[in-house]
């Protein structure tokens, strides 16, 4: 139990990615704000972009068109958001493996300190 916080930094480590960098997007103007929000500055003079998918009813079924392909940034917004829930995934399944073994060890500590205890011989630890 009393290497369990080293090894939890050292598996914090090991999940973290190697090397990180910024850039700066081509022709990107404005505050950090205004790029992580771009929905909340968009100008009420143009008119809206069209829905990806447009559902059409008539009386004998329902249709479902695509209508436009994904553009560069929203192909890469995407693949950033699959990147991001793995890395979370992967944390969270790796700090549940070390809490059951830290849980497992414990249990087995306890019982061996009880088997040992109720014997009347050996060491206790």
């Avoid at 598996?11 to 910024?22: E, T, W, Y």
């Avoid at 829905?51 to 436009?68: F, G, I």
């Avoid at 917004?77 to 493996?97: D, E, K």
Wanted: net charge neutral.
């Amino acid at each position: 139990m009393r290497y369990l916080v080293g090894f939890v930094c050292l598996l914090a480590l090991v999940a973290s990615p190697l090397s990180a960098s910024a850039r700066a997007g081509e022709g990107e103007g404005g505050s950090r704000l205004e790029r992580w929000h771009p929905e909340a500055f968009v100008d009420p003079s143009k008119p809206a972009p069209e829905p990806t998918l447009q559902l059409e009813v008539d009386s004998a079924s329902l249709e479902v068109r695509p209508t436009a392909p994904l553009t560069v940034e929203e192909e890469e917004t995407n693949a950033r958001r699959r990147r991001v829930a793995m890395g979370v995934s992967i944390s969270f399944l790796i700090v549940g493996v070390v809490i059951g073994a830290a849980v497992g060890v414990s249990v087995s500590q306890i019982k061996r300190r009880e088997l040992l205890g109720s014997s009347g011989g050996g060491i206790a630890f």
